[in-house]
Nanobody
């Protein structure tokens, strides 16, 4: 079992920045990849990005390319999502998840452990 706890969400004006954190604990040796997803009310869960936990490969969803950056700190078992140039359409609950096995998937069904989510609200 891997426990994930997200933090860092909040209210920000359009054009602003936020950094989300996802701290993992428990069976962290199972982590091959980690990902970020988001879900707005009435919409499907959307892939934001993913990182290979050992090789460092990083993948992004098209809506966030060039604005969001994913990084990881293996020593702290923590993944980060740096969000810049935020837009009102980025408003959503943001969730981190662990992919096991494999990494880099855009499909939420490939992820087996999920955090409780953190809300990001971008005002216009």
């Amino acid at each position: 079992q891997v426990l994930l706890v997200e933090s860092g969400g909040g209210l920000v004006q359009a054009g602003g920045s936020l950094r989300l954190s996802c701290a993992a604990s428990g069976a962290t040796d199972r982590i091959h990849g980690m990902g970020w997803f988001r879900q707005a009310p009435g919409k499907e869960r959307e892939f934001v990005g993913a990182i290979s936990w050992t090789g460092g490969s990083i993948y992004y969803g098209d809506p966030v390319k060039g604005r969001f950056t994913i990084s990881g700190d293996n020593a702290k078992n923590t993944m980060y999502l740096h969000m810049n140039s935020l837009r009102p359409e980025d408003t959503a609950g943001y969730y981190c998840a662990v992919q096991y096995p494999g990494f880099g998937s855009r499909w939420s069904s490939d992820y087996h452990y999920w955090g409780q989510g953190t809300q990001v609200t971008v005002s216009s």
